[in-house]
Nanobody, 127 residues
């Protein structure tokens, strides 16, 4: 399984940025792909996730309405649209996969439930 996150960069506060995560190596039909981020000196935190099969989404409460996750199954890619960026959004952003449980649910926010991770892409938001 390979995940490659890209699209980060240095931007000014208030603009938007779209990150991409290309996924390969297996069928993702029983998986969700999530985005996490890790700011300097802080723990990695959940951002958003999307069920690969049905496209249902889940967000960190603090980012709802400003970030949007989507996927293009034909391109095997998940996107994270980040609008109205703030300096506190500065972090390395990672994508990762998590398997659906036997009951059909996901533990989206639990980092230990994610098995494969991309290498991360740095987003720096200047004020």
């Amino acid at each position: 399984v390979q995940l490659q996150a890209y699209g980060g960069g240095l931007v000014q506060a208030g603009v938007y940025l779209r990150l991409s995560c290309s996924a390969s190596g297996r069928s993702f039909n029983s998986y969700a792909i999530g985005w996490f981020r890790q700011a300097p000196g802080k723990e990695r935190e959940f951002v958003a996730a999307i069920d690969w099969s049905v496209g249902s989404t889940y967000y960190a409460d603090s980012l709802k309405g400003r970030f949007t996750i989507s996927r293009d199954r034909a391109k095997s890619t998940v996107y994270l649209q980040m609008n109205s960026l703030k300096p506190e959004d500065t972090a390395v952003y990672y994508c990762a996969t998590t398997r659906r449980t036997a009951s059909g649910s996901y533990h989206y926010t639990r980092i230990e439930r994610y098995d494969y991770w991309g290498q991360g892409t740095l987003v720096t938001v200047s004020s």
